[in-house]
């Protein structure tokens, strides 16, 4: 199912314009956010996936942009609620029947078993298949334990968004395996993998776990601390770092990481943290990005993320399990 849905133009962040570039697209991305917003990104990012530039841009000419375009791509497939679903809709004005209300907003575990399917094979041969998921979080905990084995273990050429308002709806295991985007409204980039703010953010959460002395990070934290939306950004990396920590033990697999031009950092702190301090220092970042959604101090939020993350290493100490 093509999607024929128009939005307004996004501005695509330069660290997706980048993967696309060197070819190292993810196979799965979560777009938090206003939902015009996220909609909007989703569809221009695919775009530039699939088009024949590969330079992160759109062109607008090719087969694959006059393809979507005119809403008729076979490479990208759109689920929504059912409430939204064009074919929910057809097939009512076929049947006379009316869906059950049980499903309406919802997305239905039929629509997660057809997303599984169509991600075992790639019959029409095309280097990349995108399924776009609006409004994830009504996902049922059935469906979004069938989405996660696909997400641990994704077959080639698959390429997952999962589009959402709020993702504490979605099980903290699927937002792990995904990449995090937050459009920005005003066209702004936020720091992202290519600069030195990720490479300060990585070895500032490495920091954290190895057991650098409090007073050292403090330089940090205050750099961190200046704006809202950059302690924000910190510590949803510092996040992604120990996720990707978790991710590398328990697979040894470089190619799922979400940070994987960080690898050595990541192995490195693999080798010599233990599985339990990892999900807890995670867990104390997502913390973190609470309070500070809920306007709590920035430098406060930091500091009892870090305290936390440098109490669960001294606790966790050896544990490797």
């Not at 989703?42 to 393809?67: M, Y």
């Not at 929504?80 to 575990?109: C, V, Y």
Request: hydrophobic share 40%; net charge neutral; glycine share 8%.
């Amino acid at each position: 199912m093509s999607s024929k849905r128009k939005t307004q133009a996004a501005v695509i962040p330069e660290r997706l314009q980048r993967a696309v570039r060197n070819g190292s697209v993810f196979h799965a991305y979560l777009m938090e956010g206003p939902r015009g917003e996220t909609a909007s990104l989703a569809q221009a990012f695919a775009a530039a996936v699939l088009c024949s530039r590969q330079d992160g841009s759109v062109c607008g000419n090719c087969v694959s942009c006059r393809q979507i375009r005119d809403g008729v791509s076979p490479y990208i497939f759109q689920v929504r609620t059912l409430e939204e679903s064009d074919e929910d809709l057809g097939e009512e004005k076929k049947t006379g029947k009316k869906a059950k209300p049980k499903d309406s907003g919802k997305i239905r575990d039929k629509q997660i078993e057809d997303v599984i399917e169509r991600s075992r094979g790639n019959a029409l041969g095309s280097s990349r298949i995108i399924t776009i998921i609006e409004q994830a979080d009504t996902i049922t905990p059935r469906g979004q334990n069938r989405l996660l084995k696909v997400l641990e273990e994704p077959p080639e050429g698959m390429m997952m968004i999962l589009m959402t308002e709020n993702s504490e709806g979605l099980l903290e295991t699927i937002r792990s395996r995904c990449q995090l985007v937050r459009p920005a409204g005003n066209g702004e980039e936020l720091p992202d993998e290519g600069n030195a703010f990720l490479k300060r953010a990585v070895a500032a959460a490495a920091g954290m776990l190895a057991g650098v002395p409090a007073a050292d990070l403090w330089k940090e934290i205050e750099y961190f601390s200046d704006t809202r939306e950059k302690a924000m950004h910190f510590a949803e990396t510092a996040q992604l770092f120990y996720r990707d920590l978790i991710l590398y033990g328990e697979t040894g697999r470089e190619d799922l990481l979400a940070l994987r031009a960080y690898a050595p950092e990541i192995r490195e702190a693999a080798e010599s943290t233990g599985r339990a301090a990892a999900i807890q220092a995670a867990e104390a970042c997502e913390r973190a990005v609470r309070d500070l959604k809920a306007i709590v101090s920035m430098k406060h939020a930091l500091r009892y993320m870090m305290f936390d993350i440098q109490l669960y290493r001294g606790v966790n100490r050896g544990d490797n399990k």
